[in-house]
Every structure is written in C-alpha cells, then in structure tokens.
C-alpha cells in the first residue's frame, strides 16, 4: 500500500537518532563522570492520580433490554520520571465495575520520551494520539476510539484509547512531520450490546445483550503521517492513513462473521481566526478495499467525508461553536444486490454552548448532534462544581432520539441515562 513506504524512513531516522544518542554519550572518563553528576541532579520523579466514582441510571421506562443501573470506581496512578532530558510516562487505572462485578486494569500510557535531536523528538510505548478539528467527529484521526467509555459518562479523555506505537515528530523550516508506526492493530471498543443496545443489521433491530456482537481482531500493523505546519495565523495539515477501519463494517456472506475492513485514508484540515472566532475546515477520502467481492458486505465503503466548523465567544467564559459533518458513501453492487436498507450520505449539524474553564468554581456544556436526512439526535450536558483543587463533582446526561432505529444515533434511544460523577485527586 501507498503509505508503507515511509516505514523505511521511520526505521532509518529512529536507528539515526539512536545512533547519535549514543555516540553524544561517548567521551572521555572524566567528562562522562561530570555528565553522570549532572543528569543524577536533574532527575525528578513525580507520582499523583485520583480516586473516582461514577454511578449511572438509566431513563428508559419500558426496560426493553433489562439494562441495569451501574457505578464504576476507579483508581489511577500516574508517573512522570525525568532522567538526562528524557521522559518516563506511566499512567495506570485499576476500575471497579459493580454491574458486572468486574475488575479491569488498563494501562493508558506507558512511553519513553527524548529530543534525539534538536528538531526529532522520539516516543516509544504506550500512548495517546490524536489529531484533526472535530469534536466528538473523527475524520482523519483514524486511531482508536473508546465509544463505551463515552456512553458510560466517563470523562472525555477516556474517548481516546492508547495504542503501542513509535512516534518520530521532527520540525522543518517550513513543516513539521508526524510519523506513526502502530505496533499491532486496535479496534475500537465499539457498541456491541455488552453496555448498550445498538442496531443488529443481520436481524433488522435493535438488540441487547443477548446478542453480543464479535468480530475476530487481526495483529497487522498500521501507519499515519501527518505533515502540517502555520502559515501566518493558519494551520494546517496533511494527513495520511494507512490500516483499517475500527469498528467490524465488513461481514462474510458465508459464514456470516464480522470483520474489519482495510483502508487507506487521505485528508487535509486548516484552522484560521475568522471574525472574532476560530474556523476550521477538514476533509478526509476513504478507500475502503476489496469493496466489490460478491461474498464480502461493507458496511462503509469508499467515503469522502467534509467538515466546516465555527467557535466564539459570546461572553467572557461563554463560548459557542457550531459544526457541519457530512459524509458521502459510494455504496457498492453487493449491497444494491441484497437491497440493503443502508443510507449512502449522512449530514449531521452540531451545536454546542459551553461555559467556565478548569479552574472556575462552576463549569459545564451542552451539546446537541443531529442529523437533517436521517432524523436523529444526541443531546448530552453536563455541570461541572469545583469543591477545592483536589475535590470536584460532575452531574449529566445523554438523551438520543430518531425516527428509524438504524440510523446512528436513534440506535441508541433506549440508552437513556443520567450520571454523577466524583473525582478526588491526589
């Protein structure tokens, strides 16, 4: 595939980079010895986290699915080590599921960090990384998202899951180039009626948990690139994508299993201040493979997807910003052949008026995603008190609404829920 040919490139600027760590370490006795005390000074290492607890109730009153109530604890450690203008990242979280009677541990970061050079910066393990302009919409960040974790109410940073990766970020006269190169593949931990209902396109409803959907999860390695740089007050970037889609779009005819389908995306983003505001613009092509096999459905094809956006600040510590998604599938013969009942393009329109910032006693938002041509909403909110530094609550909802129930957000209309939220940090 196109994008594998940087592979080599990443493999000869990270085996550059090593190479000129070691030999800026190669000295004579003396002088290594002063250097060991100088970096032995600057070490530091710094341990901190939260305790939380976050209890839901859901809102639907015909309890179609049995779903129950659920509060989750979780307790997080995290470590910043510095060792001779190197990075040591640990971030840990330990959960308690009291619906399920679970308990799950999950790794988020785990890398080293270091400026190899005085433009390269190297970061190897387990990490975080995102880019693009939506918000809640993902046109060329194409990494891992963890959708259940934002039905659950979690905070917004768990939407974003870690993969094991090597990131090379090195900055130009005139750009700045972003190499990824993922380890292994990672889906998304997509709606698959564990938590939440969703729509089963195989029985033309809606279904809970009695049928979990699973797809087998391949071990293949994935690329991204991302050249992007300012042009006076513009940014912008160039993206590139070379992997496969994170939720099982794809099913065998045959047997009937769900499948993750590959693909090689291409996108482009700028952001630029506009009467008063910040605007942005993004758009990304899919190309989805092996989309016309007579045994093979793919429900995402080849797309090409458009995003314009729009923020301000209406008062001090008010702000409002709109968007404008849509999405246009090419569709393919398998699916006109079975008559599938799939829609080929899909507008949405987002509105979001939010207020205070992270340090203000009171902060909180609310957000509504709708759909013009597929009749579909999700309205989310939330309020945000600020005890101390250390103490602070969040209270909320999530409401969905549509007309049809296989659409993506009326999939969801009996996942109503209401949440607390308690966070003490330590």
């Not at 630029?272 to 910040?278: D, E, H, V």
Request: glycine share 6%.
């Amino acid at each position: 595939m196109l994008l594998k040919e940087y592979r080599y490139l990443m493999a000869f600027l990270f085996l550059f980079c090593c190479f000129e760590s070691l030999a800026n370490e190669v000295d004579d006795e003396f002088s290594e010895w002063d250097e060991f005390e100088s970096a032995e000074e600057q070490n530091d290492l710094e341990l901190y986290g939260f305790l939380e607890f976050l209890g839901s109730r859901f809102l639907d009153p015909e309890d179609r699915y049995s779903y129950k109530d659920y509060g989750i604890y979780t307790a997080r450690v995290s470590g910043d080590f510095t060792f001779d203008e190197s990075l040591f990242k640990l971030k840990a979280d330990v959960s308690y599921n009291d619906r399920f009677q679970e308990t799950d541990f999950e790794l988020r970061e785990a890398y080293y960090q270091k400026y190899v050079l005085d433009n390269l910066q190297v970061k190897l393990g387990r990490q975080v990384i995102s880019w693009g302009t939506g918000d809640q919409v993902f046109l060329n960040d194409l990494f891992p998202k963890n959708w259940r974790a934002l039905l659950l109410s979690q905070d917004i940073d768990y939407l974003k899951k870690p993969i094991n990766a090597l990131r090379l970020d090195g900055g130009f006269s005139y750009f700045n180039l972003d190499l990824v190169a993922i380890e292994s593949f990672e889906p998304d931990d997509y709606i698959n009626g564990e938590y939440f209902s969703y729509f089963n396109s195989e029985k033309s409803d809606v279904v809970g948990e009695n049928d979990i959907l699973h797809a087998e999860v391949n071990d293949k390695r994935e690329y991204a690139a991302r050249i992007y740089g300012n042009q006076g007050s513009v940014e912008w970037s160039l993206y590139f994508h070379d992997g496969y889609l994170k939720q099982p779009f794809g099913t065998e005819l045959s047997t009937s299993e769900r499948f993750f389908p590959a693909l090689n995306s291409f996108g482009a983003s700028i952001r630029a201040p506009l009467f008063g505001g910040l605007a942005n613009i993004e758009v990304s092509d899919y190309s989805v493979s092996d989309t016309e096999n007579q045994n093979k459905i793919h429900m995402i094809n080849s797309q090409l997807r458009a995003l314009a956006g729009y923020e301000f600040e209406i008062f001090p510590e008010v702000n409002f910003a709109t968007q404008l998604y849509v999405e246009k599938d090419s569709g393919s013969e398998v699916i006109d052949r079975l008559g599938l009942d799939i829609d080929k393009t899909r507008s949405q329109v987002s509105f979001k008026l939010s207020f205070g910032g992270l340090n203000d006693e009171y902060s909180g938002y609310i957000f509504i995603q709708a759909s013009p041509n597929q009749d579909d909403a999700y309205l989310q909110g939330n309020l945000q008190v600020r005890v101390n530094d250390r103490l602070r609550g969040v209270l909320g909802f999530n409401v969905f609404d549509g007309e049809r129930n296989n659409t993506k957000f009326s999939q969801f209309d009996y996942n109503d829920n209401i949440y607390l939220r308690v966070r003490y940090y330590w």
